[in-house]
């Protein structure tokens, strides 16, 4: 079953094109690696594909709903988006709470999720405390775990491991590779490309609006192996490469697999 | 010191253009500002210009005394110092970026930059004013010299007293930084010394308590003596040199002390207000209630809803307000503002008479402020929350609902208990008090979702100020007035009704029987004939209107103006469900 297809997505403001002609197919327990450098549209496409951003032309579906329809997507998306959405007022476990009202979950089952999911990312123990004296880490575990309270099957993570320390950052790559093996497809963005290349079943690469490159990561860097280009990284940058000078970008090449 | 001043002099400037930038980018506020100070330039070029024509018939060879020194300079001294202290004590007390300013200039430049800042804002603010003031006085006694002392001791009292103020300021946030109680209680701590304070100045107003001479006697007061060398007026040429000394003396030791108090302030590591962790009873591992942490949080308060969801939605909003209660600050001041008009009845005309407008003031500023403190700037309120709930699939309708829950669970109650005890007390009839009561209820009713009409039509979705509590949105200005309009003008045309059915009657056939065709003919005298016509169409009116039978009147003057609400409400109902349905983030 296709989790996430776009035809022709773009969004323009005014003059400036922040995404363009993007048309992509991702089946259901896929692990996608959204690449691109900053300015790229990485984040424009996120919030296209979760509702938050309406294209200028194209169109998307999400498990089959229009992205025009934001209450046929949501109940299939959860989303992280960069800024961690939490209340500084609120402890960890209120703040859960409230998101799994705002999905109509019972109190048993949102305690249940809460409790299992704060486990796993090791925040059980500071989820009765505010917000406001939350790490930068322990935020970003919250949001993560928030995201996921209603079991959706396409989950949008925009740099998902931003803040976390290495033992974190490790335990919620596992968790993002058991979400995949258990069906449920993960848009992954992030700049960490180790990540991608070790748990991305598929690398997209964004640069200036436009999609570059896309395919799974050993194919990327094989069919890029021409010199002494041996990892993801060294794809990434010569796919998404300034002239010397860095004045202007060169015209990036188009490798649609 | 001399690096410190110059750093911190570039650091105050550049504080001072961010903040200049901020007010530009408020349209509304912009007008507010110009409107202000219209509003006292005009009177005072009147008074300027009756001065100056009649400076030679009038003798201003007084001699200064404490109680005019007192009351010029000493009270304002006070004024300041106290106004000062509350924005730093509550915002100004650390610039963004502080970690990067102290690893780069030494804390006393960045307490300079912040006093130099403040006293460029006080500044910016009475500068027409007090230019104004200068060139008159300097015209009209022919007396260069003013156009240097005049602003001098304008300088000097304001960097001396705002640096006293930045002591207090300091102090207070420091301890709010120490002390949990502090901590937890600050936003009504501040509300009862702005109570305190001002209340202080009106009893003293009223009762004489103490003489403004006693301010006076302040040597920081005989600056008065220094702006009025060289004019008719007898001053102490040597009151003006201490005056200067004093607040020289002010300024230096404000900022030494200042400086200690911002280097443990910055340095400390604030209270967590969060229970302790050893206070907690229950294992972590479960919910602290069968029906959840929310939900245990929220008592004693109930809501009654269906909707988990629009459950979820009023708790939260009720619970952000009861532990960030700077989130209704920007309330506070208006009905602070009734407060004072309360007491200035009760000090003028007697408890009994400002008894009378209570239970009109219950109904209207309580649903005035509950609506507003939860729905009058929804996106604004989410904050980063934004995507969570906009992806989470609730609709704009259970959005609207969840924020109506905690203003209708406290507000009803409160309307009636309210408007029904002061009505009583203040010997209303049954029926008046009943009928208040109505037009409270139905505020209640439709404040919501006027407020969020207004709200996602105008919404604010940064911080205000450029320092200060960056979680705290509050409404945007022209939000706050078009949400306060119809509000205040239905109801209380309504309530006037409830309290006096004829003096509506008699004040409406007035103006339409009366006024407006006066104005027709002053119009038609000025203009054209035609404009005149009119005028006997609506002499006509008014007549009428006078033979309207009291059930008419009530029609007219009670029931229209809480359907035109109604109507208001629904409309802003529409609005705002269709905004946040449709809402976006660029």
New interface residues.
């Given amino acids: 079953m296709i989790a996430i297809e776009t035809n022709g997505l773009t969004k323009q403001y005014g003059e400036s094109v922040a995404l363009s002609d993007l048309s992509v197919t991702i089946p259901t327990g896929t692990v996608y690696g959204f690449l691109g450098p900053n300015g790229a549209g990485k984040t424009t496409t996120m ?1 296209i594909l ?5 294209p200028t032309h194209g169109t998307a579906h999400i498990m089959g709903a229009s992205i025009e329809n ?2 046929a ?3 299939h ?3 992280l ?1 960069e ?9 960890g ?2 703040q859960l ?3 799994a ?8 089952k ?2 249940e999720r ?2 299992r999911l704060a ?1 796993a990312l090791s925040l ?2 500071d ?4 917000i ?2 939350y790490s930068k880490g322990m935020k970003q575990k919250a949001a993560f775990i ?1 995201a996921q309270l209603h079991d959706p099957a396409v989950l949008f993570l925009d740099e998902p491991t931003s803040g976390l320390d290495p033992r974190a950052a490790r335990t919620m790559r596992t968790m993002i590779d058991d979400l995949a093996a258990s069906g449920k497809t993960v848009f992954l963005s992030t700049h960490i490309l180790p990540v991608v290349e070790e748990h991305a079943d598929v690398v997209g690469v964004l640069n200036e609006g436009r999609l570059v490159a896309e395919g799974e990561p050993m194919a990327l860097v094989q069919s890029a192996e021409s010199g002494d280009k041996q990892s993801l990284e060294d794809v990434f940058l010569s796919i998404t490469r300034e002239p010397p000078g860095g004045m202007e970008r060169a015209a990036p090449e188009p490798q649609h697999e | 010191m001399s690096e410190s001043v110059r750093l911190g002099t570039q650091l105050g400037w550049t504080e001072f253009v961010r903040t200049c930038r901020e007010i530009r980018s408020d349209t509304a506020k912009v007008v507010l500002l110009v409107g202000a100070l219209s509003f006292s330039l005009l009177p005072l070029s009147l008074f300027s210009y009756v001065f100056l024509q009649a400076r030679d018939e009038i003798s201003i060879a007084i001699p200064l005394t404490p109680e005019l020194r007192g009351g010029a300079v000493g009270f304002l001294w006070l004024f300041i110092a106290f106004i000062s202290a509350s924005r730093i004590a509550q915002n100004e007390h650390t610039p963004d970026h502080i970690d990067l300013l102290r690893s780069t200039v030494p804390d006393r430049a960045i307490v300079v930059g912040i006093l130099l800042a403040e006293t460029l804002r006080t500044g910016a603010y009475v500068a027409p004013i007090l230019g104004l003031i200068t060139i008159v006085l300097a015209y009209g006694f022919a007396s260069p010299l003013l156009l240097v002392t005049i602003p001098l001791t304008v300088v000097l009292l304001f960097l001396s007293t705002i640096a006293l103020g930045a002591v207090c300021g300091f102090t207070a946030a420091l301890l709010v930084t120490r002390v949990r109680v502090i901590a937890q209680y600050k936003t009504i701590l501040s509300f009862v010394i702005a109570i305190v304070f001002f209340g202080g100045i009106m009893l003293n107003n009223v009762t004489t308590l103490f003489s403004w001479a006693v301010f006076g006697q302040l040597p920081i007061a005989w600056l008065l003596d220094l702006a009025l060398l060289g004019t008719p007026v007898i001053v102490v040429p040597s009151y003006a040199v201490i005056g200067t000394t004093v607040s020289i003396g002010l300024l230096l030791g404000g900022v030494l002390l200042t400086t200690r108090l911002a280097t443990r302030l910055w340095s400390d590591v604030p209270v ?4 302790p ?1 050893s206070d ?1 009873s229950e294992p ?5 209630s ?6 245990t ?1 929220r008592q004693p308060v109930p809501l009654w809803t269906d ?3 629009a ?3 009023g ?2 909003s009720l ?2 307000i009861r ?2 209660p700077s989130l209704v600050w920007f309330l506070i001041f208006p009905l602070f503002m009734f407060s004072v008009f309360l007491g200035n009845i009760a000090v003028t005309t007697g408890i009994e008479a400002a008894l009378q407008p209570l239970p009109i003031i219950i109904a209207i500023a309580v649903p005035w402020f509950l609506c507003a403190a939860t729905s009058l700037n929804p996106f604004g309120d989410l ?13 704009g309708s259970t959005y609207l609902q969840g924020l109506s829950l905690p203003s209708r669970t406290i507000g009803v109650p409160v309307v009636v208990i309210g408007v029904v005890g002061s009505g009583l007390i203040a010997g209303h009839p049954l029926l008046t008090i009943a009928a208040i009561g109505g037009i409270g209820l139905v505020l209640i009713l439709v404040g919501n979702a006027i407020a969020a009409g207004v709200g996602t039509v105008f919404p604010r979705l940064s911080a205000t100020s450029i320092a200060g509590d960056r ?1 705290v949105v509050p409404p945007s200005m022209i939000a706050t007035v078009v949400y306060t309009i119809p509000i205040v003008l239905c109801a209380s045309i309504a309530a006037v009704t409830a309290l006096s059915s004829t003096t509506v009657q008699q004040g409406v056939a007035l103006l339409i029987g009366t006024v407006i065709p006066a104005l027709l003919e002053i119009l038609a005298i000025e203009a054209a004939s035609i404009v005149a016509a009119p005028a006997p169409l609506f002499e006509a009116a008014g007549a009428t209107i006078t033979t309207l039978s009291p059930t008419s009147v009530w029609v007219g003057g009670y029931i229209l103006p809480l359907v035109l609400l109604v109507v208001c409400g629904l409309i802003g109902r529409r609005i705002a469900i269709d905004r946040i ?1 449709t809402a ?3």
């Fill in positions: 919030r979760a509702t938050l951003l309406k934001r209450s997507v949501a109940k998306i959860g989303y988006p800024t961690p959405p939490l209340y500084d007022e609120l402890t476990r209120e709470e409230y998101i009202g705002l999905r109509e979950i019972p109190i048993e949102a305690t809460i409790d486990t059980i123990d989820l009765d405390d505010r406001s004296s928030q | 967590d207000h969060s229970k962790k907690r972590h591992t479960v919910a602290s069968p029906d959840g942490a929310l939900h949080a909707s988990i969801a459950d979820r939605i708790t939260v619970l952000r532990r960030n904050g980063a929350v934004r995507p969570a709930l906009l992806t989470s699939g609730i609709g979680e349905d976006v983030i660029e």
